[in-house]
């Protein structure tokens, strides 16, 4: 059974909406990356910033108020025609919500305990439910009068890229007719100076495969498509997990996890490796992730593939992650690179000679002819690991 994205809203470091965000790709710029000490004061950070005028939230209640639920209803507003249209075909009941974050309202709450710390109670308009991790899903739901089954996926860097996977297996299993899916991660404090006692975050600009990488910048972003089974430019062809439970944190450091993700969609898409035409790197910029994606990389494709990083343009944007990278080969395979432009890998140019050959994309890269099928790559803490082939429809 064919699992169709037949729309695409977004928001990231990049640009607000598909089209602006394309455009910068494509020139290797990001208005929203910036250095900042606005989330660990007195420790500038680069981090990637979402700019747009988000909607208000006032007439939801305290519960869903949050930066997070608000940039995930700002991409799906980009997308309300398709939303709408899907929902006067097939009905509220059959109509699917499956989101993906790791944030939630945590910064919500970081203000609000911070207030507390000055006044000694906790600020009117603030509400604990605000941090659950269920409720994007539920807040889109709402939103737009969605209900058939609804719930978010948490797996860190992975959330999203298994929020498509989790959407596709619930048309296939007659769970509805339509799904509206992705996901959406925020900037906050708590995820920063975690990443940063972790050793993992660049002081400028990250810099995935260089023989120069320090680590990652982390990003803010919301990407969601509608699913459904009949109609769309761009199918979910194939879709492989895996979990490897290595490290709680470190990835196998000889890739295996990652190479059997790729095998696994490979084999679901029915696709070999020489028909994939362009691969989203996870390159997160830290010495273990890429060493251990170049290395499956040349496991899977001995042959070599164009591929790239998108994340020296969006940050790291977590949750969100696997939605707007899909997002990003959907572009491509939607036929809004008809000329054969491939998203560019930003770095400094420095090859890592210990690492096997990745071929990476440069400044102005034009394939022969637009990919007919693109794989995007997600790896994340604890091993989850998520391989997603999408295909021309």
Known sequence: MNAYLSDLGLTCAAGDGLEACLVNLRAGRSPGMLATDRYTPGSPLTVGEVSAQLPSLEGYPETMRSRNNALALHACAQIR???????????????????????????EAERAF??????????????????????????????????????????ACSSS?????????????????????GGADTLCAFTLRGFSSLGLLSPETTNPFSRNRKGINIGEAAAFFVMRRDQGPVRLAGA???????????????????????????????????????????????????????????????QGVPCSSTKPLTGHTLGAAGALEAGFCWALLAG?????????HVNDGMA??????????????????????????????????????????
């Not at 809004?336 to 560019?344: E, M």
């Open 81 to 107: 025609p398709a939303i709408e249209s899907a929902l006067a075909r097939f009905g509220a009941r059959r109509f699917a919500v499956v989101a993906a974050s790791s944030t939630s309202g945590i910064a």
């Open 114 to 155: 911070a207030a507390a710390r000055e006044t000694g109670v906790l600020p009117p308009d603030f509400a604990y439910a605000q941090q659950e991790l269920g409720s994007p899903a539920e807040f889109l739901a709402r939103a737009f009068g969605l209900m058939g089954p609804a719930f978010t996926v948490s797996t």
């Open 161 to 181: 890229a298994k929020a498509l996977a989790a959407a596709r297996r619930l048309l296939r299993l007659g769970a509805c007719d339509a799904v509206l899916v």
């Open 240 to 302: 492989g997990e895996t979990c490897d439970a290595h490290n709680i944190s470190a990835p196998l450091p000889g890739g295996e996890g990652a190479r059997d993700a790729m095998q696994a969609a490979l084999r679901d898409a029915g696709a070999p490796p020489q028909h994939i035409g362009y691969v989203n790197l996870h390159g997160t910029g830290t010495p273990q992730n890429d060493a251990m994606e170049a290395r499956a990389m040349a496991a899977v494709f001995p």
């Open 336 to 344: 809004r690179a008809a000329d054969g432009w491939l998203p560019q």
């Open 352 to 393: 890592d000679p210990e690492l096997p050959r990745v071929d990476l994309a440069p400044p102005g890269f034009l394939a022969a002819q637009p990919p007919k099928l693109a794989m995007s790559n997600v790896f994340g803490f604890g091993g989850t690991n998520v391989s997603l082939i999408l295909g021309a429809a």
